[in-house]
């Protein structure tokens, strides 16, 4: 990078960090340095080793090699999540990516699929979805369908190593000359007049000034809130879960899913990634419901192949900074908020602050209008994603432990009713522009959480019954035939070197 009039700082490695710093040192050179500091001591929370198809649009950002990115990462690819005894046990449903059947002119795809099932015609809705039907194959492909020009490619995202991700990005950022500063920061700076951090201090002694400075020390939010107290606004009475337990564990007898997995247990929920060398497992609970040791017990019992470790204990409170950008200070990643990793949006939310970041980018220090649009844009975020999240738990036919009988009493904030209503009593859903999850994913859930629409389009019924049983069954019946010719997942990532044959599992 050019010699600097502008100096930013990023505080803390891992995910988040290096991040931050491959894209920046890719996009912004004339007038920046970038300087990122981390310590060896201070390891990173890994838990969102799962991501969404946004992912794709940062690799591509940073010119990445899909298939290098693979290897170096222990990536798998990921087509849907799957949601084990969410709605009530015993029941399972995938939200996947991409599209759900076609809307037919103006009229989405659900109110057809609504009148099917009245008729009798209708199958369930993941008959309709490629991505489901493939993910439930253990199927994959990329790019231009091979049977048929009607569908869009297949959507996509990964599983992979969030230490071996972190890993390889710091390669990409000190190539293009990022620099990196080994050392664990004691304190921050203030300047006496406008307020903002004019330096941090390494335990060795050392001083680092900057202008902006990007946190990325995880929930500790190092400047954002030990040093700027900027304040935290807790969600915990719509997600009361604050503690997550994580292991990993070898692969058992089963194939490498092209999915994510998350089942529904007595006071949380349990999540299973798989990767090529291991898969990661997780149980995300409520204290209050539930005791450690029993976790502990829950969470070693249902594991594919035995576990590689000790199960680790994290502690969280669901919410977000009441400002992530404070002064000169910008919060990235754990530090600017936490919401559970239920729908795999933390690398996200990662990525999309960068985005911002890039849209608003300042020089120098920045100014407090450039501010306000950036946390005005990152609370609409979080409250989306949130309610969102909130979704899974409120609509529930669970009654059978505590914490369920609560999620299902619990108030939620008033967006979120006002959409599952509108979807209940007419089969409608209304999305801003800026919410990340499409109508289809929200139909997705909605259904899969046994949300049914009560009354479908008028305009529907101008369809004979013949000739909407044949469009379902032909849309249906081109899916199914794409995903015939699909490759198994694994066979895939071997095709494309991303793992070696003699570690397939037959």
């Known amino acids: 990078m050019k010699a600097a009039h502008t100096r930013i700082v990023i505080v803390g490695g891992g995910t988040a960090g290096w991040m931050s710093a491959a894209l920046l040192a890719r996009l912004v050179e004339d007038g920046y340095s970038l300087t990122l500091i981390e310590s060896d001591e201070i390891g990173i929370v890994g838990v969102g080793e799962a991501t969404i198809p946004q992912i794709n649009l940062y690799n591509q950002a940073l010119g990445i090699d899909e298939d290098e990115f693979l290897r170096e990462t222990q990536g798998t690819y990921k087509l849907a999540i799957e949601f084990v005894d969410w709605y009530r046990l015993g029941h399972r449903y995938m939200h996947a990516f991409g599209d759900v059947g076609r809307d037919v002119g103006i009229v989405p795809f659900q109110h057809y699929w609504r009148r099917g099932r009245e008729l009798g015609v209708a199958k369930d809705l993941r008959h309709y979805a490629l991505n ?13 369908l091979r049977t048929t020009d009607v569908l869009p490619p297949m959507p996509y995202a990964f599983h992979f190593d969030a230490s071996l991700y972190a890993r390889y990005l710091r390669g990409i950022a000190e190539a293009r000359g990022a620099a990196r500063i080994e050392g664990k920061i004691v304190g921050a700076s203030l300047d006496g007049e406008s307020g903002d951090v004019s330096s941090v201090t390494l335990e060795s002694g050392a001083v680092i000034e900057g202008d902006l400075f990007l946190d990325c020390s995880g929930f500790r939010g190092l400047l954002i809130e030990q040093k700027l107290e900027t304040g935290y ?5 719509w997600l009361p879960c604050d503690r997550a337990q994580a292991v990993p564990c070898a692969h058992g007898a089963d194939t ?15 999540w299973r990634i798989p990767l090529q060398h291991r898969i990661g497992n997780g149980y995300v609970y409520c204290s209050a419901f539930i005791g450690d040791d029993e976790v502990s017990e829950t969470l070693l019992a249902n594991l594919d192949g035995p576990a590689q470790a000790e199960p680790r204990l994290l502690r969280f409170v669901t919410g977000r900074r009441r400002k992530a950008w404070n002064r000169n200070v910008i919060a990235l990643g754990l530090a600017s908020g936490f919401l559970e990793p239920l729908e795999s949006t933390s690398i996200h939310l990662i990525q999309s602050s960068l985005q911002r970041l890039l849209r608003l980018l300042p020089r120098g220090k920045g100014t407090p209008a450039q501010a306000a649009e950036f946390n005005r844009q990152s609370a609409i975020e979080y409250e989306q994603i949130r309610d969102f999240i909130i979704l899974h738990y409120k609509a529930t036919e669970r009654t059978d432990t505590e914490f369920w009988r609560h999620c299902g009493a619990m108030r939620i904030p008033d967006s979120l009713a006002a959409k599952i209503d509108l979807f209940r009593e007419a089969g409608h859903i209304v999305r801003t522009q800026d919410d990340l999850f499409t109508e289809v994913a929200w139909l997705q859930v909605l259904i899969g959480q046994g949300v049914l629409p009560a009354r479908y389009h008028p305009m529907v019924d101008s369809i004979e019954p013949a000739d909407l049983r044949s469009y379902l069954e032909t849309w249906e019946a081109l899916m199914q035939r794409e995903v015939a010719q699909m490759p198994p997942h694994e066979r895939f990532l071997q095709l494309f070197n991303a793992r070696p044959q003699e570690e397939l599992v037959s």
Do not use: N
């Open 256 to 270: 490498i899913t092209p999915y994510t997995r998350s089942t529904a247990r007595e006071a949380g929920w349990q």
């Open 233 to 237: 606004e807790d969600w915990s009475q």
């Open 132 to 144: 489901d039907l493939a993910a439930h194959a253990g199927k994959m492909q990329r790019g231009k």
